[in-house]
Protein backbone atom coordinates (compact mmCIF):
# COMPACT_ATOMS: atom_id res chain seq x y z
CA UNK A 1 0.00 0.00 0.00
CA UNK A 2 0.92 3.45 -1.05
CA UNK A 3 2.28 5.98 2.37
CA UNK A 4 2.81 9.54 2.29
CA UNK A 5 4.84 11.07 4.78
CA UNK A 6 5.00 15.05 6.11
CA UNK A 7 7.33 15.31 9.03
CA UNK A 8 6.44 18.78 10.02
CA UNK A 9 3.78 18.93 11.73
CA UNK A 10 3.91 23.20 11.79
CA UNK A 11 6.05 25.41 10.18
CA UNK A 12 6.62 28.91 11.02
CA UNK A 13 8.09 31.97 8.44
CA UNK A 14 8.30 35.57 8.09
CA UNK A 15 6.40 37.02 5.97
CA UNK A 16 7.93 37.30 2.30
CA UNK A 17 10.40 34.81 3.04
CA UNK A 18 10.25 31.74 1.33
CA UNK A 19 9.07 28.28 3.27
CA UNK A 20 9.74 24.76 2.22
CA UNK A 21 7.80 22.19 3.47
CA UNK A 22 8.83 17.73 3.08
CA UNK A 23 6.58 15.40 2.16
CA UNK A 24 7.88 11.71 1.04
CA UNK A 25 5.99 9.12 -0.18
CA UNK A 26 6.60 5.39 -0.72
CA UNK A 27 5.29 3.17 -3.70
CA UNK A 28 6.06 0.23 -5.56
CA UNK A 29 4.53 1.94 -8.79
CA UNK A 30 6.45 3.91 -11.86
CA UNK A 31 3.59 6.02 -12.69
CA UNK A 32 1.56 7.69 -10.58
CA UNK A 33 0.70 11.64 -9.78
CA UNK A 34 2.03 13.77 -6.98
CA UNK A 35 -0.15 16.84 -5.65
CA UNK A 36 0.09 19.63 -3.24
CA UNK A 37 -3.24 20.89 -1.00
CA UNK A 38 -3.93 23.45 1.01
CA UNK A 39 -6.70 23.19 3.24
CA UNK A 40 -7.34 27.31 5.11
CA UNK A 41 -9.39 27.89 8.21
CA UNK A 42 -12.41 27.52 6.18
CA UNK A 43 -11.45 23.34 5.92
CA UNK A 44 -11.95 23.89 1.59
CA UNK A 45 -9.30 21.91 -0.38
CA UNK A 46 -7.54 23.85 -2.77
CA UNK A 47 -5.17 22.16 -5.35
CA UNK A 48 -2.22 24.08 -5.28
CA UNK A 49 0.31 22.21 -7.51
CA UNK A 50 0.66 18.88 -9.19
CA UNK A 51 2.94 16.73 -10.27
CA UNK A 52 3.71 13.78 -12.89
CA UNK A 53 6.17 11.35 -12.23
CA UNK A 54 7.02 10.67 -15.27
CA UNK A 55 7.97 14.08 -16.06
CA UNK A 56 11.31 15.22 -14.91
CA UNK A 57 11.09 18.96 -14.57
CA UNK A 58 9.44 19.88 -11.40
CA UNK A 59 6.51 21.70 -11.78
CA UNK A 60 5.93 25.21 -10.52
CA UNK A 61 3.01 27.81 -10.36
CA UNK A 62 3.74 30.97 -9.31
CA UNK A 63 5.25 31.20 -6.84
CA UNK A 64 4.68 28.14 -5.53
CA UNK A 65 7.76 24.96 -6.79
CA UNK A 66 8.63 21.63 -6.12
CA UNK A 67 11.13 19.57 -5.90
CA UNK A 68 11.09 16.14 -7.36
CA UNK A 69 13.10 13.93 -6.73
CA UNK A 70 11.60 10.23 -7.72
CA UNK A 71 14.52 7.84 -7.00
CA UNK A 72 14.38 9.39 -3.23
CA UNK A 73 10.38 9.13 -3.62
CA UNK A 74 10.37 12.73 -2.18
CA UNK A 75 8.17 15.77 -3.39
CA UNK A 76 8.96 19.36 -1.11
CA UNK A 77 6.71 22.41 -1.45
CA UNK A 78 8.45 25.63 -1.58
CA UNK A 79 6.56 28.74 -1.20
CA UNK A 80 8.42 31.92 -2.19
CA UNK A 81 7.69 35.36 -0.53
CA UNK A 82 5.25 33.92 1.76
CA UNK A 83 1.72 35.51 2.16
CA UNK A 84 -0.35 35.89 5.06
CA UNK A 85 -2.79 34.00 3.05
CA UNK A 86 -0.56 31.18 2.49
CA UNK A 87 -1.02 30.53 6.47
CA UNK A 88 -3.09 27.34 5.98
CA UNK A 89 -2.86 23.05 6.36
CA UNK A 90 -1.05 22.37 3.15
CA UNK A 91 -1.53 18.37 2.69
CA UNK A 92 0.72 16.50 0.24
CA UNK A 93 -1.37 13.58 -1.63
CA UNK A 94 -0.45 10.77 -4.15
CA UNK A 95 -2.59 8.77 -6.51
CA UNK A 96 -1.84 5.84 -9.05
CA UNK A 97 -2.41 6.94 -12.91
CA UNK A 98 -3.69 3.00 -13.14
CA UNK A 99 -7.28 2.81 -13.81
CA UNK A 100 -9.71 2.14 -11.20
CA UNK A 101 -7.70 3.13 -7.79
CA UNK A 102 -8.07 7.04 -8.56
CA UNK A 103 -8.62 7.68 -4.48
CA UNK A 104 -5.97 10.25 -2.92
CA UNK A 105 -3.34 8.83 -0.53
CA UNK A 106 -3.00 11.72 2.21
CA UNK A 107 0.02 12.92 4.42
CA UNK A 108 -0.91 13.71 7.53
CA UNK A 109 -0.39 17.67 6.69
CA UNK A 110 1.94 20.64 8.06
CA UNK A 111 0.35 22.99 9.63
CA UNK A 112 1.69 26.49 7.78
CA UNK A 113 2.29 29.68 10.19
CA UNK A 114 2.96 33.14 8.45
CA UNK A 115 4.69 35.52 10.79
CA UNK A 116 3.44 39.19 10.17
CA UNK B 1 -19.97 27.32 -12.91
CA UNK B 2 -21.05 25.61 -9.67
CA UNK B 3 -18.19 23.91 -7.80
CA UNK B 4 -19.19 20.87 -5.50
CA UNK B 5 -21.98 21.01 -3.02
CA UNK B 6 -22.49 19.42 0.15
CA UNK B 7 -25.29 19.17 2.48
CA UNK B 8 -25.69 20.11 5.22
CA UNK B 9 -22.27 21.35 6.37
CA UNK B 10 -23.04 20.23 10.02
CA UNK B 11 -24.70 17.53 11.28
CA UNK B 12 -25.36 16.22 14.56
CA UNK B 13 -26.54 12.91 15.43
CA UNK B 14 -27.49 10.83 18.66
CA UNK B 15 -25.34 7.87 18.80
CA UNK B 16 -27.44 4.94 17.14
CA UNK B 17 -29.40 7.31 14.80
CA UNK B 18 -28.40 7.34 10.85
CA UNK B 19 -26.44 10.43 9.28
CA UNK B 20 -27.01 10.51 5.70
CA UNK B 21 -24.65 13.17 3.53
CA UNK B 22 -24.83 14.25 0.52
CA UNK B 23 -23.01 15.62 -2.28
CA UNK B 24 -23.79 17.24 -5.85
CA UNK B 25 -20.50 17.15 -8.17
CA UNK B 26 -19.40 19.76 -10.79
CA UNK B 27 -21.79 19.64 -13.76
CA UNK B 28 -20.94 17.34 -16.07
CA UNK B 29 -18.60 15.60 -13.83
CA UNK B 30 -19.69 11.63 -13.36
CA UNK B 31 -17.02 10.56 -10.74
CA UNK B 32 -17.53 10.59 -7.49
CA UNK B 33 -14.96 10.29 -4.31
CA UNK B 34 -15.69 10.55 -0.72
CA UNK B 35 -12.95 10.84 2.06
CA UNK B 36 -13.14 11.22 5.65
CA UNK B 37 -11.03 13.61 7.82
CA UNK B 38 -10.58 13.02 11.72
CA UNK B 39 -9.67 15.75 13.87
CA UNK B 40 -5.56 16.77 13.26
CA UNK B 41 -5.46 13.75 10.68
CA UNK B 42 -5.20 14.06 6.67
CA UNK B 43 -8.15 12.95 4.42
CA UNK B 44 -8.29 9.47 4.08
CA UNK B 45 -10.10 7.44 0.84
CA UNK B 46 -13.25 6.22 1.30
CA UNK B 47 -15.14 4.95 -1.96
CA UNK B 48 -14.93 5.89 -5.59
CA UNK B 49 -18.42 5.97 -7.37
CA UNK B 50 -18.75 6.46 -10.94
CA UNK B 51 -23.05 6.90 -12.00
CA UNK B 52 -24.83 3.56 -10.64
CA UNK B 53 -21.58 1.70 -10.20
CA UNK B 54 -19.25 1.83 -6.99
CA UNK B 55 -15.80 1.19 -8.61
CA UNK B 56 -13.29 0.85 -5.14
CA UNK B 57 -14.82 1.01 -1.71
CA UNK B 58 -11.69 -0.11 -0.43
CA UNK B 59 -11.07 2.55 2.34
CA UNK B 60 -15.06 2.09 3.89
CA UNK B 61 -15.72 0.31 6.74
CA UNK B 62 -17.22 -2.88 6.25
CA UNK B 63 -20.32 -1.85 8.28
CA UNK B 64 -22.88 0.27 9.07
CA UNK B 65 -20.99 2.64 5.86
CA UNK B 66 -22.47 2.25 2.55
CA UNK B 67 -22.53 4.67 -0.45
CA UNK B 68 -24.64 5.21 -3.60
CA UNK B 69 -24.42 7.44 -6.99
CA UNK B 70 -27.39 7.06 -8.58
CA UNK B 71 -28.53 8.36 -12.18
CA UNK B 72 -30.30 11.19 -11.01
CA UNK B 73 -29.20 13.25 -8.08
CA UNK B 74 -26.80 13.84 -5.71
CA UNK B 75 -24.29 10.90 -4.32
CA UNK B 76 -25.26 10.09 -0.65
CA UNK B 77 -22.46 8.71 2.29
CA UNK B 78 -24.96 6.58 4.60
CA UNK B 79 -24.01 6.22 8.15
CA UNK B 80 -26.62 3.55 10.06
CA UNK B 81 -26.01 3.56 14.03
CA UNK B 82 -23.58 6.23 14.36
CA UNK B 83 -20.78 5.96 17.10
CA UNK B 84 -18.55 8.99 18.71
CA UNK B 85 -15.45 7.97 16.55
CA UNK B 86 -17.48 8.98 13.49
CA UNK B 87 -17.32 12.10 14.32
CA UNK B 88 -15.11 13.52 11.62
CA UNK B 89 -15.42 15.77 8.50
CA UNK B 90 -16.60 14.40 5.35
CA UNK B 91 -15.22 15.54 2.04
CA UNK B 92 -16.43 14.67 -1.45
CA UNK B 93 -15.04 15.70 -4.83
CA UNK B 94 -15.61 15.03 -7.92
CA UNK B 95 -13.97 14.61 -11.47
CA UNK B 96 -14.32 14.72 -15.01
CA UNK B 97 -12.75 11.50 -16.31
CA UNK B 98 -10.27 9.60 -15.01
CA UNK B 99 -8.75 8.51 -17.80
CA UNK B 100 -7.21 12.19 -18.17
CA UNK B 101 -3.54 12.77 -17.66
CA UNK B 102 -4.13 14.13 -14.39
CA UNK B 103 -7.38 13.29 -13.31
CA UNK B 104 -8.03 16.50 -10.86
CA UNK B 105 -10.55 16.27 -8.51
CA UNK B 106 -12.15 18.88 -7.05
CA UNK B 107 -13.40 19.08 -3.54
CA UNK B 108 -16.21 20.60 -1.67
CA UNK B 109 -16.59 22.55 1.77
CA UNK B 110 -16.87 19.03 3.66
CA UNK B 111 -19.67 18.23 6.19
CA UNK B 112 -18.84 18.19 10.08
CA UNK B 113 -20.47 15.49 11.37
CA UNK B 114 -20.69 15.64 15.41
CA UNK B 115 -21.92 12.27 17.30
CA UNK B 116 -23.42 13.14 20.82
Known amino acids: AQTVTQSQPEMSVQEAETVTLSCTYDTSESDYYLFWYKQPPSRQMILVIR??????QNATENRFSVNFQKAAKSFSLKISDSQLGDAAMYFCAYRFSGGGADGLTFGKGTHLIIQP | NAGVMQNPRHLVRRRGQEARLRCSPV?????VYWYRQLPEEGLKFMVY????????ESGMPKERFSAEFPKEGPSILRIQQVVRGDSAAYFC??????????????FGPGTRLTVL
Open chain 2, 93 to 106: ASSLKPGLAVNEQF
Open chain 2, 49 to 56: LQKENIID
Open chain 2, 27 to 31: KGHSH
Open chain 1, 51 to 56: QEAYKQ
